[in-house]
């Protein structure tokens, strides 16, 4: 596999939907199941090849199976059947805040952080004050996260993304959350990254964001991959398939 | 599956694993580490009050309190180390769920929290002991492998509670229920050659329980001033590399799904 490379082979995978994911030992040894609706198929045979620098848009309703495809490809999730191959550092940015520890300042969530995708003391040493100051927290960098903003979550969670030298960026629909003026700025920052040779894979519901951000377009709807091409054909598809109509 | 390449890569993630559940444990309590001290120095108090005083046992061992302490320390060491781990996993969800990274090192990192508390008071209470009972000899030489036996038997079982809790969260309530007659069957305050009069409960004391011969040879070097049974060293040994093999299988066999459940 190339750095920046993904392939996805016929990729199946299933959910179990149930409030509590934890079963006890009692159930399973009676053979008892949980009550709860049937599981849901996320990813349903998705096949998909992404070549080094490629900008992808996921879009599609809401368990489309959009996520499912950023958790697999990141290697959070395995598949039930089929083949997942990511060359190079893969770098997910899904849950807003997600593994902050909320006690811990800024500072020391840059360095746990860092730490989560693999890189030593040095390597994050090295880029903390990029971090710092792409993030526009000043002070508050050795604020516990706790006293942050959701805004400030964002600019943190992004920054700290945007500077591990990821080779793919699996970004889910956290942009959104910053303002106009910072949302350009991380978009600026994830052209660079592409210019310098990284695949971005990006779920939103935001067409515009995706047609300026992407070159090609996947739909998803129930799991399965319906549309796959350049941007422009695939929004008017997805618009179709969702009945409404975009006006830019 | 994470070779031991992969291991080496997250060694920093190891570190700031340790790092952050330190600070976490000893802030925001006013006693501190002293705590770590003063908990089997109570516990050993009321032992002592219990066994030597009210009971009075058939059995004697000079400078009780030193035999009970060291038996407390190691036991404590390994109840709250699998404790601490049966819940690791779901206490790091927000990790697991974010990244990929080898997850033996949660469980490894909290049991490795806990040793470094055990290693603190035990050099106190060894100290102590080795001056009270004047067995600063050459059997002290065992000390650092029996603790390195120790350290890797605790980590091995620690990844087995870790992983099955988070599947099944009734594993840490049955560990918690667990662990209190298996305090009363460890060789604590009492040396399993004590008991004299059943071959058969002697045995199975000194050989059943596999945490019985860490204390028993532990006790030996620091207490006794003399080498523990080879059988018991390689006991020790063996019961070691079996539960970190057998922990780390079973873990590697049940990890891939964790960023689902927890």
Known sequence: ?248 | MAGVAELLRYRFLFEQMVRRELRQKYQGSLLGLAWYVVNPLVLMGAYYLVFAVALRPGFHHPAYPLFLLVGLTIWIFFSQSLLAASTSLLDQGALIRKARFPRELIPAATVTVQLVTFLVVLVLVAVLTVAVRGTLDAPLVLAPVLLAALAAFVVGLALMVSVLHAYFRDVGPILAAALVPWFFVSPIFFAPADVVHHAWARDALTWVNPVAPFITATRDVLYGGVWPSATTVAYVVIAAAVALAAGLALFRRMAAELAVVV
């Open chain 1, 1 to 248: 596999m190339r750095p920046g490379e993904i392939v996805l082979e016929h990729a199946s995978r299933a959910f179990a939907v149930r409030a509590d994911p934890g079963r006890t030992l009692k159930a399973t040894l009676l053979g008892r199941r949980a009550h709860g609706p049937e599981p849901v198929q996320a990813l349903d045979d998705v096949s998909l090849r992404i070549a080094p620098g490629e900008t992808v848009g996921i879009v599609g309703r809401n368990g489309a199976g959009k996520t499912s495809t950023l958790r697999v490809l990141a290697g959070i999730v395995p598949l039930d059947s089929g083949q997942v191959d990511v060359g190079g550092r893969a770098v997910a940015l899904l849950e807003l805040g997600a593994g902050f520890g909320r006690d811990f300042s800024g500072r020391e969530n840059i360095m746990l952080n860092g730490a989560l995708h693999g890189l030593t003391r040095e390597e994050i040493e090295g880029r903390t004050e990029a971090i710092v100051a792409f993030s526009e927290l000043g002070r508050f960098i050795d604020a516990p996260v706790r006293t942050y903003s959701s805004g400030m979550f964002v600019r943190l969670g992004f920054a700290i993304a945007a500077h591990m030298d990821a080779d793919v960026l699996l970004i889910d629909e956290v942009l959104a959350v910053g303002d106009e003026a910072f949302q350009r700025k991380c978009e600026e920052r994830i052209a660079q990254r592409i210019a310098a040779g990284a695949t971005l894979v990006l779920v939103s519901h935001d067409a515009a964001l995706i047609e300026r951000t992407c070159a090609r377009a996947v739909v998803l709807d129930g799991g399965a991959a319906v549309f796959d091409g350049p941007v422009a054909d695939g929004m008017g598809f997805y618009h179709r398939l969702m009945g409404t109509r975009h006006e830019a």
